[in-house]
């Protein structure tokens, strides 16, 4: 199996946020958001110390909930996301259709 195939693709931002504002919906501990979300320690606490100063989690005698304006963002994580599987799809075919175009990609993100 070559490399790119065991290469794990990276998680962006917002799928991070999805993870980490998921976890809490129900209260969660930071080592429990740590280990769902697949975050370091550092991560985590970056992560939660963010979300919280844009009142989008707070800090309930040492479990985090997500707050009003997290569950608005949490629906449109989800959606985003689905949409980005949906996009993520397409183009896949496209590049079976268009093999080329997927080496060139490729060769671009190599060369720079």
């Known amino acids: 199996m070559s490399q790119a195939k065991l290469r794990r693709k990276k998680r962006?931002?917002?799928?991070?946020?999805?993870?980490?504002?998921?976890?809490?919906?129900?209260?969660?501990?930071?080592?429990w958001v740590m280990y769902?979300?697949?975050?370091?320690?550092?991560?985590?606490?970056?992560y939660?110390?963010?979300l919280e100063k844009l009142g989008l989690v707070e800090n309930k005698e040492g479990l985090y909930y997500i707050t009003e304006k997290g569950k608005q963002l949490l629906?449109?994580?989800?959606?985003?996301?689905?949409?980005?599987?949906?996009l993520d799809d397409v183009a896949k075919k496209i590049k079976e259709?268009?093999?080329?175009?997927?080496?060139r990609e490729r060769k671009a993100k190599q060369a720079s």
């Open 12 to 31: 962006s931002r917002y799928e991070i946020i999805h993870d980490v504002l998921d976890q809490c919906q129900t209260g969660s501990k930071k080592t």
């Open 36 to 46: 769902r979300a697949n975050l370091s320690y550092d991560l985590t606490t970056n």
């Open 48 to 50: 939660l110390n963010e």
């Open 75 to 86: 629906e449109l994580l989800k959606a985003w996301r689905q949409k980005k599987a949906e």
């Open 97 to 103: 259709i268009l093999p080329e175009e997927g080496r």
